[in-house]
Each structure stands twice: as structure tokens, then as C-alpha cells.
């Protein structure tokens, strides 16, 4: 079956981390682009960051850049989002994406 199943999402306070889980399967993964997404209530999804499985290249919205960090493992078919020094405005559902396949989102709530 084709599918990213995300895990890892809670409650946190601000400035705790986080750490978000995406595995992959029915794809061939190590020659996929994996992206994060989020989508906070009454806002539009937004990209949060990108790796390219085959070189680790990888992206980063201004927001989160040098708070977050993204890594692999393509033997466990596995792409993490490290989520450091959380603020609200992190709060959201987040999503991975590998091209037209989404995971089922998993929450994270930042509170004060």
C-alpha cells in the first residue's frame, strides 16, 4: 500500500521540542523528494521543509529555519522533523508529502 504515516505530534510549551516521524511505503523512496507541511485552523497549508532523499539536500522555511531540522534514513524509510525551540505560531497539523501522497497529519499544540 501506498502511504506516509506521521507520528510523534503532542502538547508542548513554548520553547520545549519536538521531535515528528514520516515512514514511507509502496514507493520508491530513496529517489523521492519528502516534505513537511502544516496548516494551522483558518489558515492555508504551508510548507515547512523539504529533503531530497538521493543527495539530503535539503529546504527550509524562513520561519522555522535554524529551529528546525530535518534528517533520513533510507533503510528505515523514515524522514524526521526535529522541532526546536517551539512557539505558538507553531501550532498546526503537520503533513508529510512525498509528491501526491499525504500522510493522515498528526497534531502539534504550542501553549503559552
Known amino acids: 500500500e501506498v502511504q506516509l504515516v506521521e507520528s510523534g505530534g503532542g502538547l508542548v510549551h513554548v520553547g520545549d521540542s519536538l521531535r515528528l516521524s514520516c515512514t514511507g511505503s509502496?514507493?520508491?523512496?530513496?529517489?523521492?523528494?519528502i516534505g513537511w507541511f502544516r496548516q494551522a485552523p483558518g489558515k492555508e497549508r504551508e510548507g515547512v521543509s523539504c529533503?531530497?532523499?538521493?543527495?539530503?539536500?535539503?529546504y527550509y522555511a524562513d520561519s522555522v529555519q535554524g529551529r528546525f531540522t530535518i534528517s533520513s534514513d533510507i533503510a528505515k524509510r523514515t524522514v524526521w522533523l526535529q522541532m526546536n525551540s517551539l512557539k505558538p505560531d507553531d501550532t498546526a497539523v503537520y503533513y508529510c508529502?512525498?509528491?501526491?501522497?499525504w500522510g493522515q497529519g498528526t497534531q502539534v499544540t504550542v501553549s503559552t
Open positions: 508529502n512525498a509528491d501526491t501522497i
Open positions: 529533503i531530497e532523499i538521493s543527495d539530503g539536500h535539503t
Open positions: 509502496g514507493f520508491t523512496f530513496d529517489d523521492s523528494a
